[in-house]
Every structure is written in C-alpha cells, then in structure tokens.
C-alpha cells in the first residue's frame, strides 16, 4: 500500500525535490499509467496537499486543523503489538474516553479505565456490553480468514464477561486497487461466526482506504459485538484471594494464523477454526456454572504476560502460575509450531479462556466446560504475577516491550524497548496533554453554540428510547 499523501506531505517538508517523480513513479508502477497521465494525476496530489495546508483565519478552525504531534512513530513505540508499549498508549486513550463519562447519559458500569474486554453501561434493568476489534493487518490477503477471526475476537470479548451476545456490526477498508471481492470474502468470513453461533450481523460499512490518496490493495477493518446481561456480570476487578485459575484449550486467532502462513506452515491454520470459547461460556451459563466464576478473560492482549498483569494490577491480588500447566493448555500442533520457531507462547494471543474460580467451585466449572481445561495456577494475596517452573523455581511474569515475535519480520524488530523509552514515553504524554486541551476549547466552542437554546447537560433517558 502507497499512501501518497503520506510521501508528499513528507518529501515537502524536507524541502526535497524528487517528490513529484516519486509520485509519477508510483502511478506507472501500481496503476500502470503512462508517464503523462501519471505526472496530471502527480500534480493533482500536489495541489491538493499544498491547499491543504493554507491557513485559515477563525482560530479555532487553526486549531482543530493543527496536529499535536508527539514525534514517535506508531512502530519505533510497539503501537498494535500488545506489550508493554502499547499499554501506555491504551492508557491515554482510556483516559481520553473516561473524560467524557462523567456526562454520560447512562451509567457507565465499565470504564474504558478498568482496561477490560468490553465496555458496558447499565439500561433499563440491564447491563449492555460492546466491544470492537480490528481485523489482524497480516491478513490482508486473506480476507476470509480475516473477516472470521476478527468477528470471533469481538465476540469473545463480549462472552467473556458473562453476557448473552446479540449482534454484530463490521467495518471495512479497501484500498483502491484492490478487488471488490476482498470485501465479500471479509463479511463472509463474519457472517460465517454469525451463522455458526446465532449472532447476526445486523449493520456495517464499507469505505476505501485513503480515497484517492492511498494506491495498493490493503484491507483494514473492525467488528463489533455486543451483548447484555441482567444481574451480575464478570469483571477484571473481581479476582479475589483463594481463587484458582482454571485455562481452556487455545489455539490462538489471526496471530497464529499469520505465524503459520508467513512461515510456510499453513495447515496449522485448521486448528484456529474454532468457537470453542462461545460454546464453552454457553455450555457454562446453561449448566449455572458461569455465576460461580469471580472474573474471566481471554488470552489475548501481550498474552499471558500481559493479561494477567492487568488481572493482578486490577484486583490487587499476586497470580502464581505453573509454565507446564500454561503449555498444555496451547493446542498441541499451534505449540510445536511456535516451539519450532522460537516464539514465547506466553507472550502470544493464544485466545484460550481464563477464568478465576474460587477453589471450592474449580471441580465444578471444569465439569461443565465441554473443552480442555485444567487448573493452571493459584491466587494470594499481594501484588504481582509470578511463573513456577518444573524445577519449582519461581520468577516474575511481566510483558516485554512488545508481543512475542511471531514473523520473520517481527523478529528483526524485536521485542525489546527502545533504549530511550522514557523520554518517548515523555514526548506522548505532552501531546496527550495538547490534544486534551484542543478537545476541551472544541467542546466549549461548540457548547456556546447552544447557549439559551437548549439545556446542553446530557438527557438522562427514561422509559422506552424512542
């Protein structure tokens, strides 16, 4: 994917010369114009880049027109790769949304703060769930695959918090030069979950990436699920002291799959064609034992690593795991497959099911799950997540910078943090800090806008929503 806006912007700024060639360059290569239809369309690019960036006179237009930047680059900072980079990142985006809750027209049960799999506010006597993922990017060419696993992690975000799902929502991008087709093949690999669990997909959108401005046939997209509940619901907060920690079976999602394809390994791809989570969480609502559990999550976000980190940070409780355990929960061919390339299963999104049982409950909650399971480790007072080893030693349980390395090429990336990570982590959270200013003047500006018209504190809804 070109993005020619993006080399346009970049090569006038730096007051370099060739960026009119380049553009020309792109054209005949990914459109396969002529040189003088291709430099017409180079120009038009230019025009609109330099108009673009014109000044306008009402101040607050300047502001809203103008980009905080923080100088770090999404990829030197870990941004979508699910380690400890990524946590700051999501924290100031939780921040950001929190911000706005206090003015909510409901109530809001589960804060973008709480950091847990869905969101969820209370209505009417119910607690309503959503939750949004976005499609894995390596599965680009493998819109199918893609479309299926995306709506599987939305989903089972939503089921992991006690709730009955009830629809789904999908999103789609495609950039110009790419075949339709990809676009069906991605619903259709939704629909195929919808149609499997009983979910339907009710709504969407589709829209190309970048316009005119993004050459290439790249496919970006999110589903969204949601679900609700009366009652009691599971939260990342309610692990207590004395819990057990019983896994299911994980075969993993899109990560595995483009671990598998990208190394040549593709049959391995079978094993994540499952719904094993859906029909384990409905198996145990069904049988009663779903309320016996104090929290559940999936493994996904940095993997064990990180998920449990964020249970131990949010519970304040020390989480004590056996590695045998964890590793005979990984699917046995996904597990010789990432043994086979060096990659961490703990640091992986294997997307088995963690569930924090108090100890007299376990037996019962394994006998209701129709999927492999076993008890993988304890809960104690304290703070922090630890692994035991074969040999009974014990040592600290933390994400690294980023998710294990699960490509060629994520592997010349690393996992590590950039030797300067503090002065980034600075650099962020200043921007952070601008934008949060530029969001409170728009609000403001746009309040005074209504001012003796109408009451522009939010309507606490009643009764029916019509």
Same mark, same amino acid.
């Given at each position: 994917?070109?993005?020619?806006?993006?080399?346009?912007?970049?090569?006038?700024?730096?007051?370099?010369?060739?960026?009119?060639?380049?553009?020309?360059?792109?054209?005949?290569?990914?459109?396969?114009?002529?040189?003088?239809?291709?430099?017409?369309?180079?120009?038009?690019?230019?025009?609109?880049?330099?108009?673009?960036? #014109?000044?306008?006179?009402?101040?607050?237009?300047?502001?809203?027109?103008?980009?905080?930047?923080?100088?770090?680059?999404?990829?030197?900072?870990?941004?979508?790769?699910?380690?400890?980079?990524?946590?700051?990142?999501?924290?100031?985006?939780?921040?950001?949304?929190?911000?706005?809750?206090?003015?909510?027209?409901?109530?809001?049960?589960?804060?973008?703060?709480?950091?847990?799999?869905?969101?969820?506010?209370?209505?009417?006597?119910?607690?309503?769930?959503?939750?949004?993922?976005?499609?894995?990017?390596?599965?680009?060419?493998?819109?199918?695959?893609?479309?299926?696993?995306?709506?599987?992690?939305?989903?089972?975000?939503?089921?992991?918090?006690?709730?009955?799902?009830?629809?789904?929502?999908?999103?789609?991008?495609?950039?110009?030069?790419?075949?339709?087709?990809?676009?069906?093949?991605?619903?259709?690999?939704?629909?195929?979950?919808?149609?499997?669990?009983?979910?339907?997909?009710?709504?969407? #959108?589709?829209?190309?990436?970048?316009?005119?401005?993004?050459?290439?046939?790249?496919?970006?997209?999110?589903?969204?699920?949601?679900?609700?509940?009366?009652?009691?619901?599971?939260?990342?907060?309610?692990?207590?002291?004395?819990?057990?920690?019983?896994?299911?079976?994980?075969?993993?999602?899109?990560?595995?799959?483009?671990?598998?394809?990208?190394?040549?390994?593709?049959?391995?791809?079978?094993?994540?064609?499952?719904?094993?989570?859906?029909?384990?969480?409905?198996?145990?609502?069904?049988?009663?034992?779903?309320?016996?559990?104090?929290?559940?999550?999936?493994?996904?976000?940095?993997?064990?690593?990180?998920?449990?980190?964020?249970?131990?940070?949010?519970?304040?409780?020390?989480?004590?795991?056996?590695?045998?355990?964890?590793?005979?929960?990984?699917?046995?061919?996904?597990?010789?497959?990432?043994?086979?390339?060096?990659?961490?299963?703990?640091?992986? #999104?294997?997307?088995?099911?963690?569930?924090?049982?108090?100890?007299?409950?376990?037996?019962?909650?394994?006998?209701?799950?129709?999927?492999?399971?076993?008890?993988?480790?304890?809960?104690?007072?304290?703070?922090?997540?630890?692994?035991?080893?074969?040999?009974?030693?014990?040592?600290?349980?933390?994400?690294?910078?980023?998710?294990?390395?699960?490509?060629?090429?994520?592997?010349?990336?690393?996992?590590?943090?950039?030797?300067?990570?503090?002065?980034?982590?600075?650099?962020?959270?200043?921007?952070?800090?601008?934008?949060?200013?530029?969001?409170?003047?728009?609000?403001?500006?746009?309040?005074?806008?209504?001012?003796?018209?109408?009451?522009?504190?939010?309507?606490?809804?009643?009764?029916?929503?019509?």
């Amino acid at each position: 994917m070109v993005d020619l806006e993006f080399i346009a912007k970049r090569a006038l700024r730096q007051g370099c010369s060739y960026a009119r060639r380049k553009l020309i360059e792109e054209y005949m290569f990914s459109k396969g114009f002529t040189k003088e239809l291709a430099s017409k369309f180079a120009d038009a690019v230019l025009a609109e880049i330099r108009l673009s960036e #014109s000044p306008a006179k009402n101040m607050l237009v300047q502001k809203v027109l103008s980009t905080e930047g923080s100088g770090v680059a999404a990829g030197v900072f870990g941004v979508g790769s699910r380690g400890a980079g990524d946590i700051l990142v999501h924290d100031l985006i939780a921040r950001t949304a929190h911000s706005a809750n206090a003015n909510s027209s409901v109530n809001v049960v589960i804060d973008p703060l709480d950091h847990d799999d869905a969101g969820a506010v209370e209505w009417e006597g119910l607690t309503l769930f959503c939750s949004v993922d976005g499609a894995h990017s390596r599965l680009s060419n493998f819109p199918f695959l893609m479309g299926f696993h995306d709506a599987r992690a939305a989903l089972r975000d939503v089921c992991a918090k006690g709730a009955v799902p009830v629809a789904l929502v999908d999103d789609v991008h495609l950039a110009d030069d790419g075949d339709v087709s990809k676009i069906l093949e991605f619903v259709a690999g939704v629909s195929a979950v919808s149609e499997i669990t009983g979910v339907p997909l009710v709504a969407g #959108s589709t829209l190309r990436v970048g316009g005119d401005m993004v050459l290439g046939d790249r496919l970006v997209g999110a589903v969204a699920a949601f679900g609700v509940t009366k009652g009691a619901y599971d939260s990342k907060k309610n692990v207590k002291p004395g819990d057990v920690v019983i896994m299911t079976e994980g075969a993993g999602g899109g990560t595995v799959c483009t671990a598998a394809i990208y190394s040549g390994n593709s049959d391995v791809v079978f094993e994540t064609l499952n719904l094993d989570f859906f029909f384990a969480l409905k198996a145990l609502r069904e049988k009663g034992a779903l309320k016996l559990a104090h929290a559940i999550t999936d493994v996904t976000n940095g993997g064990v690593r990180g998920d449990l980190e964020v249970m131990s940070k949010k519970s304040g409780v020390r989480i004590t795991v056996e590695r045998e355990a964890l590793l005979s929960m990984v699917n046995a061919k996904v597990l010789e497959l990432l043994t086979k390339l060096k990659i961490d299963p703990l640091g992986l #999104s294997l997307d088995s099911l963690l569930l924090f049982v108090p100890r007299e409950n376990a037996e019962a909650v394994l006998s209701a799950l129709p999927v492999k399971s076993k008890v993988v480790g304890v809960v104690d007072k304290g703070e922090g997540c630890f692994i035991r080893e074969k040999d009974g030693t014990i040592s600290e349980l933390k994400p690294k910078f980023r998710e294990s390395a699960y490509t060629g090429l994520k592997k010349l990336v690393g996992e590590e943090a950039p030797p300067d990570r503090a002065v980034l982590e600075k650099a962020i959270e200043a921007a952070w800090r601008r934008i949060t200013e530029k969001k409170e003047l728009a609000v403001s500006a746009v309040r005074r806008r209504y001012s003796g018209s109408l009451s522009m504190s939010a309507p606490r809804f009643q009764g029916d929503a019509t």
